[in-house]
């Protein structure tokens, strides 16, 4: 699969991504690939570096902790698909969830568990290359496997700031940037457990000296208070993230900065292939927007499929959320969004 085929739907998170992956599932000569890349995340696998299929394979499977733990202590999110049914094959309590199983396929199919069993002889049977060429396989595999030979669409949340990384791996690729009203975006972060824990993360790997969360290991809980320490461990109380008392204004101030970095990469990208798009656009007009979006990817917009789309967003709306707060604080939550805000704004957006 040459990757002109393939687009990336960026974002900050939180800004209807989710409904937009639905959305996009539904078009039958697309492949919807629903939280690939914050699913499968090791630096290796997302580099130049070769990789043989079963090393690959590997990266796949392997059931990522932090996902593992949230679900064990009772606190999934609602992106998370495969914990919801437990006559499935594995338990995050047990054996673990493999890393694509746990939102990837399940987005694509009823049967995750046998998907993941037809694709296991395939890719270890792959050659050792460099890890782009093992994607673009398994991407090409998938839209085979789904009979969806026109695009393929990846969507992460939180994606925004990798569209450097994704652009020198996939040269070809185009970029959709998917964005929301910064204080509803914002308000939705700050209830939302996985970005509640991201200051939590941050403050945990300065306590410990360390340059990043993902430096964070079992160990450094040694170093850390009551209240930050269990989240390193196998079982702690989500009350210890969901009860924190986090200003909303940190929030907004997350949203800027990830909108204004993200802005900026955008911008170094040839115009071609970029484009961007306004959820409460899309909320408001579904035809126009999806039809825009259709083109751009490089799909018919179906008419069946527009109908379909359509139904899926009515209802969806979460415009306006963050208006019934008190007033003070929704002034509050407005000045940290500004650079956002006005980054958007200076595209026109």
């Not at 492949?31 to 070769?50: I, M």
């Not at 047990?94 to 046998?114: E, K, N, R, W």
């Not at 964070?216 to 196998?234: F, G, I, V």
């Not at 109380?237 to 204004?249: G, N, S, Y």
Request: negative net charge; proline residues 9%.
């Amino acid at each position: 699969m040459h990757t002109d085929k393939l687009t990336f739907v960026v974002g900050t998170g939180r800004c209807g991504s989710t409904a937009l992956s639905a959305v996009v599932n539904l078009h039958p000569d697309v492949l919807s690939l629903n939280e690939l890349f914050a699913s499968v995340s090791d630096p290796a696998v997302l580099s130049e570096e070769p990789l043989s299929g079963p090393e690959f394979w590997g990266f796949l499977t392997r059931p990522n902790r932090v996902s593992d733990n949230m679900i064990r202590n009772g606190a999934p999110p609602s992106e998370f698909l495969y914990n919801r049914h437990p006559e499935w094959r594995y338990s995050a309590a047990t054996t673990g969830i493999p890393a694509i199983s746990m939102m990837v396929l399940p987005h694509l199919t009823d049967d995750p568990d046998g998907l993941l069993d037809e694709l296991e002889p395939e890719v270890n049977s792959w050659p050792t290359r460099p890890a782009p060429l093992q994607w673009q396989a398994l991407f090409a595999t998938l839209a085979e496997r789904f009979g969806a030979p026109g695009a393929v669409v990846e969507r992460s949340g939180l994606s925004l700031g990798r569209v450097p990384q994704l652009r020198a791996l996939f040269p070809q690729a185009r970029f959709v940037h998917l964005f929301r009203n910064g204080p509803d975006c914002a308000l939705s972060m700050s209830r939302h457990i996985a970005f509640r824990m991201l200051p939590m993360l941050w403050e945990m790997a300065q306590r410990c000296g360390l340059e990043s969360p993902y430096e964070l290991t079992p160990e450094h809980a040694a170093q850390l208070p009551p209240d930050l320490a269990p989240l390193l461990t196998e079982h702690y109380d989500p009350a210890l993230v969901l009860d924190r008392p986090i200003p909303l204004a940190a929030f907004g101030a997350m949203w800027s900065q990830w909108i204004v970095d993200g802005v900026r990469h955008l911008e170094e990208l040839p115009a071609d292939i970029r484009t961007a798009l306004s959820y409460e656009r899309l909320l408001e007009e579904p035809r126009k927007e999806l039809t825009r979006l259709a083109e751009f990817i490089g799909v018919e917009a179906r008419p069946d499929w527009l109908d379909a789309a359509t139904a899926l967003l009515d209802g969806d709306g979460r415009c306006g959320s963050a208006l019934t707060l008190p007033p003070a604080e929704l002034d509050a939550l407005r000045e940290s969004c500004t650079t956002g805000t006005e980054a958007l704004a200076g595209q026109g957006l």
